[in-house]
């Protein structure tokens, strides 16, 4: 049975009070003074988001980032030396350096050089990438955006006692980013024994609202909607759109006196199972004992072979198995579809053969209302909610999208990049053209052809495209990105609903037969070292949206065949590719 949350004492799942990492006001000048002679580092927004809440006590018992026995143990056992239930690990992996010392004192800063935190370093370890990605995610596949982003994380970790100056800066919603303790304070106020959360990081349609209704009816409590802010899936809606629509639902749709909208800053880890544990861990220090979890919960979608990461009811399972222990009832998420007979909506399991009924899926709202601009029907989603996804997402032809030509050096990947080009401009889209040669001469002048560098090189081009196609424009990348797992870290940043990735099929000696400038032949001769294709590996797309043939083609003909899957797609109208 799920404990009561009564009062706003008890804030551990196992009892005792939260954790509280924070420097009082009179000792922070003499610490700043302090962490002014300290090395320092820039530590990554996911980092950030951690220290956050381990600061405030949303990873109680949990006090800081993991050393190498609790990591361990989390692995292989999903709990801390302790004993107590820990889903995922929770680490600060950084790039050995002269600075960073065993038993010497660290200045952790983000990314504009702000002073969050001082961190004793009691242990620095070193992690297997493959045994993280295989225990904690169950697969080595890089199409998972965590597995494939660790691969580019510091080689060892580091853990100490925290003393942290300032929590991080936010400027949005700062009436509702409330801490563990104020969550659970509010939540008291409402007189309720029972609290049910609700994970988010999607807009809320109206099958959403009744079934956190129905929850929140079914425990006898409040409703705690609690929706990340921190770092979700790539792609995902940003949260200023969802947090919009939370706060005009919660206003005008929920009984005031059963709801608490609250922002949660997490990192999810898209881990599935174990996210659905560490989850409830959370909720329960934020003062709910009763988590709403769904179909394929914190899933991450499907893998380099098209199938789903984990089944559908894996979290589920799983949350149900360590329920009691951690003090959380597991309420699953219930398929509801509409009745239009009755405009009403109702379990699957309750409905009669034969009786008419209405839904839509995430597919359709993307492709058949959104990017075609077409309103969202009321029994879908209400007036508000539609009205602000209407306002962030104009009709596909409208949104961006990246064009990633991979393919070996001599595979006519910048010709067909050029003619595509003129064919769209021709059209009326705005087109960014990120060459792989002509980047390297500008944004990484400096950079070898090492693996490290060549990554970097890809990244960087990557972080260009993401940001054009975030402001509606064509980005037409023509690079050999030879490494799958770079091409997918490029992919995760875009998002994959925007990224069209092109292999360029052309083999090795045909290649090498176009070389005009001798490349593969100095490479051959050893005058040139780590050479795609010669070498160093190429590792062609395993699922490319587009594979071309530049032997049997021309340029053009290639360029109008992915003209016309953009038509396909959305991202092009027809009359503006007709010629």
């Not at 980013?177 to 999607?202: C, K």
């Not at 050893?526 to 530049?550: A, C, S």
């Amino acid at each position: 049975m799920a404990t009561s949350t009564q009062g706003a004492s008890l804030i551990s799942p196992y009892g005792g009070t939260l954790v509280d990492l924070l420097v009082p006001g009179e000792a922070q000048d003499e610490l700043k003074a302090h962490a002014s002679q300290l090395p320092s580092i820039q530590i990554s927004e996911r980092a950030i988001c951690d220290l956050e809440l381990l600061a405030t006590g949303a990873f109680s018992p949990l006090d800081r980032f993991m050393g190498k026995e609790d990591y361990q143990r989390v692995l292989d056992d999903m709990r801390l030396t302790s004993g107590h239930v820990f889903g995922l690990p929770v680490t600060l992996p950084v790039d050995p350096t002269d600075d960073v010392k065993l038993d010497g004192e660290v200045a952790l800063r983000d990314d504009k050089n702000n002073l969050l935190a001082v961190m004793t370093i009691e242990e620095m370890y070193p992690w297997d990438h493959a045994e993280a990605s295989q225990k904690v995610f169950g697969t080595r596949d890089m199409k998972h955006p965590l597995v494939a982003e660790m691969s580019r994380w510091g080689k060892v970790c580091i853990s100490g006692a925290l003393r942290v100056l300032q929590l991080p800066l936010h400027y949005d919603f700062e009436d509702i980013r409330l801490t563990p303790a104020q969550t659970r304070e509010r939540l008291a106020s409402f007189g309720y024994e029972n609290v049910v959360a609700f994970q988010t990081r999607n807009p809320l349609h109206r099958v959403h609202e009744e079934l956190t209704k129905r929850a929140a009816q079914e425990v006898g409590g409040v409703l705690l909607l609690h929706p990340v802010v921190g770092m979700t899936k790539p792609g995902d809606v940003d949260h200023y759109t969802r947090v919009r629509a939370y706060k005009a639902l919660a206003s005008n749709y929920y009984d005031p006196d059963r709801i608490l909208l609250a922002l949660l800053p997490l990192a999810m880890r898209l881990a599935g199972p174990r996210e659905a544990l560490w989850h409830a861990l959370i909720r329960r220090n934020h003062g709910a004992n009763h988590f709403v979890v769904g179909r394929d919960h914190a899933g991450p979608g499907v893998d380099s072979t098209g199938k789903p990461f984990y089944g559908p009811y894996d979290a589920q399972e799983l949350l149900q198995q360590y329920g009691e222990e951690l003090g959380v009832g597991m309420v699953p998420f219930r398929e509801l579809v509409y009745l239009p007979d009755e405009a009403r909506y109702e379990e699957v399991s309750k409905i009669p053969a034969g009786t008419r009924t209405a839904s839509i899926s995430g597919t359709q709202v993307r492709e058949e209302f959104l990017s075609q601009g077409r309103t969202l029907p009321e029994w879908f989603t209400r007036p508000e909610v539609a009205d602000i996804l209407a306002d962030t997402y104009p009709p596909r032809y409208r949104q961006g999208v990246c064009l990633w030509f991979t393919g070996l050096s001599g595979s006519g990947k910048s010709t067909t990049a050029d003619a595509l080009t003129v064919l769209l401009l021709e059209g009326g889209r705005q087109v960014t053209v990120l060459d792989g040669d002509v980047v390297r001469t500008h944004l990484s002048k400096g950079l070898g052809f090492s693996k490290e560098d060549r990554d970097t090189n890809i990244r960087r081009i990557g972080f260009v495209a993401a940001e054009v196609v975030r402001h509606g424009g064509t980005a037409i990348c023509a690079a050999v990105s030879p490494y799958r797992a770079t091409r997918d870290a490029v992919r995760a940043m875009v998002g994959s609903d925007n990224f069209i990735e092109i292999f360029v099929d052309t083999a090795l000696e045909v290649c090498e037969d176009r070389d005009i400038k001798g490349m593969y032949a100095k490479a051959r001769r050893g005058e040139i070292k780590d050479f795609t294709g010669i070498d160093d590996p190429y590792e062609p797309p395993l699922n490319p949206e587009i594979t071309l043939d530049t032997v049997a083609n021309t340029p053009e003909g290639n360029a109008r065949a992915i003209l016309q899957e953009l038509v396909a797609r959305g991202f092009v109208r027809a009359e503006s590719a007709a010629s």
